[in-house]
């Protein structure tokens, strides 16, 4: 089934330590998106990248960083975690970041870290 | 910058209908958007809606934008047990800065039968 396969599902990490978490896509979409899901607060965007090569930062960078060596993959590092850093992390995919028309994404199942 | 807002829950009977309200700021967004995710999943399109338009229906999903009042909602009839889950309202809006896309905090929605 063509889609987004996120690694690992969960993952429990002692602070100050550093963490990869995994996003590969298999549709050749141009845009990856690398969002967290917290309580009240809905998902918002850490990074992005809207073509293989380039990045973006999103609302809340702080803390994570990520590259876009090819097309299918879009890892997230976060260098040392901290304790806010505990959430659900998604990533996404869409044909193109820069179109006018209808961006539709697809999303991932998730990856839930919790950082103690 | 774009805000949206949900409200956090909703609760329905089994057969009745649902609505789900959202409400955004930044009057010129281009498209608003109803994702539904389900329980340990990641989030799917439900439907979309241009701004140039006022409604659209998909069998038992209608969508209703009323752009002088900024308010999206999404209208599900015959709700069934497996309608729960969270449902998220987002809208897209196109910038020379870059494009952005701004979700809302999600409605859990809980069918009781």
């Known amino acids: 089934t063509a889609g987004i396969t996120q690694a690992p599902t969960s993952q429990i990490l002692a602070a100050g330590r550093s963490m990869t978490l995994r996003c590969t896509q298999d549709?050749?979409?141009?845009?990856m998106y690398w969002y967290r899901q917290d309580l009240g607060l809905g998902l918002r965007l850490i990074h992005y990248?809207?073509?293989?090569?380039?990045?973006g930062k999103g609302e809340v960078p702080d803390g994570y960083s990520v590259s876009r060596a090819n097309t299918d993959d879009f890892p997230l590092t976060l260098a040392s975690a901290v304790p806010s850093q505990t959430s659900v992390y998604f990533c996404?995919?869409?044909?193109?970041?820069?179109?006018?028309?209808?961006?539709?994404?697809?999303f991932g199942a998730g990856s839930r870290l919790t950082v103690l | 910058g774009e805000d949206v807002e949900q409200s956090l829950f909703l609760s329905v009977r089994e057969g009745d209908s649902s609505v789900i309200n959202c409400t955004y700021t930044d009057s010129s967004s281009t498209y608003l958007y109803w994702y539904k995710q389900e329980p340990g999943a990641g989030l799917q399109l439900l439907t979309y809606i241009f701004s140039n338009m006022d409604m659209k229906q998909d069998q038992r999903l209608t969508v209703l934008l009323n752009k002088k009042d900024k308010h999206l909602s999404l209208r599900i009839a015959d709700t069934q047990t497996g309608d729960s889950a969270i449902y998220f309202c987002a809208a897209w809006k196109i910038k020379a800065a870059g494009n952005k896309l701004t979700f809302g905090g999600g409605t859990r929605v809980l069918v009781k039968p």
């Open positions: 549709m050749r979409h141009n845009a």
């Open positions: 996404a995919s869409s044909e193109t970041g820069w179109t006018a028309g209808a961006n539709v994404l697809t």
């Open positions: 990248s809207n073509t293989a090569g380039t990045t």
